[in-house]
Nanobody, 124 residues
Framework: QVHLAESGGGMVQAGGSLRLSCAAS????????MGWFRQAPGKEREFVAA????????LYADSVKGRFTISRDDAKNTFYLQMNSLKPEDTAVYYC?????????????????WGQGTQVTVSS
């Protein structure tokens, strides 16, 4: 079993930055993929970014390329999402998720474990 805990959400003005963290605990040994997703009110959950643990391969949604950066700290079993140049349309609940496999994907159902979510609000 794996437990994921997000932190770092909050409210920021457009153009500002936030960094989200996701601490993973439990059976996290081996290769896996960590992803970030978001869900705005009335919308479906959408992929934001993902990184593979064993080689650092990353994948980003087009809407966040060049603004968001996903990274990991293997020693701390923690993943991060650095969000710069935030826009009001980035407002959502952000979830981290872990896929016990090795294929980096933006498909939510491929991910086995999910955090509780953290709210990010960007004001104009």
């Amino acid at each position: 079993q794996v437990h994921l805990a997000e932190s770092g959400g909050g409210m920021v003005q457009a153009g500002g930055s936030l960094r989200l963290s996701c601490a993973a605990s439990g059976r996290t040994f081996g290769a896996y993929v960590m992803g970030w997703f978001r869900q705005a009110p009335g919308k479906e959950r959408e992929f934001v970014a993902a990184v593979r643990k064993n080689d650092g391969f990353t994948l980003y949604a087009d809407s966040v390329k060049g603004r968001f950066t996903i990274s990991r700290d293997d020693a701390k079993n923690t993943f991060y999402l650095q969000m710069n140049s935030l826009k009001p349309e980035d407002t959502a609940v952000y979830y981290c998720a872990l896929d016990a496999g090795s294929v980096v994907t933006g498909t939510p159902y491929r991910y086995d474990y999910w955090g509780q979510g953290t709210q990010v609000t960007v004001s104009s």
